[in-house]
Antibody, heavy 121, light 112 residues
């Protein structure tokens, strides 16, 4: 079955960087784009960006431009999201979600289990 | 402030029906039929409930239905059950180069 498994929780100090991984299985990794979405405690979902695992091209949310980098390793079917210059407002659950898009249909499914990133001094 | 507007909360009694609205613009909800709805229970990842405005994934109860009119999409849950109590988020792909996807602020459904 299609599955996304993310890396474990992280605790970082302000100003540091964090790199979260998302390993895909059960489908052809390079066939579908991957989104990253985050959710601050008690808040809603925020789209962060998307990566094409085939060519590596990316598109990022404007507010995160310059601080976020999404990469992939096709040999291990894994995508990565790195966020730098961390601040307390970046404390959130971070999710990867597969972009299922065809000529007539588009949605995010499935989602990873989430990775909690806590930024605290 | 979220790109799509949802009511913060709705409630209903078991067996009743409720509808959650999701209002966007012609650049997202009104421009595409790529509106999805996600259910999120506390401490869990979002789960796809409706895609492409009105389609249900395999395994999702037919008590869940979706529709769209202009820039507003709606999720209706009929025959409310206790397990439906959760947060619900709408999302839409956009015609902009970025963001590719926008979400609503979420609606807390309480089953009384």
């Amino acid at each position: 079955q299609v599955q996304l498994v993310q890396s474990g929780a992280e605790v970082k100090k302000p100003g540091a960087s964090v790199k979260v991984s998302c390993k895909a299985s059960g489908y052809t990794f390079t066939r579908y784009y991957m989104h990253w979405v985050r959710q601050a405690p008690g808040q809603g979902l925020e789209w962060m960006g998307i990566i094409n695992p085939s060519g590596g091209s990316t598109s990022y949310a404007q507010k995160l431009q310059g601080r976020v980098t999404m990469t992939r390793d096709t040999s291990t079917s894994t995508v990565y999201m790195e966020l730098s210059s961390l601040r307390s407002e970046d404390t959130a659950m971070y999710y990867c979600a597969r972009d299922y898009c065809s000529s007539t249909s588009c949605y995010l499914d499935p989602w990873g289990q989430g990775t909690l990133v806590t930024v605290s001094s | 402030q979220s790109a799509l507007t949802q009511p913060a909360s709705v409630s209903g009694s078991p067996g009743q029906s409720i509808t959650i609205s999701c209002t966007g613009t012609s650049s997202d909800v009104g421009g595409y039929n790529y509106v999805s709805w996600y259910q999120q229970h506390p401490g869990k990842a979002p789960k796809l409930m409706i895609y492409d405005v009105s389609n249900r994934p395999s395994g999702v109860s037919n008590r869940f239905s979706g529709s769209k009119s202009g820039n507003t999409a709606s999720l209706t849950i009929s025959g409310l059950q206790a397990e439906d109590e959760a947060d619900y988020y709408c999302s839409s792909y956009t015609t902009s180069s970025t963001p590719d996807v926008v979400f609503g602020g979420g609606t807390k459904l309480t089953v009384l």
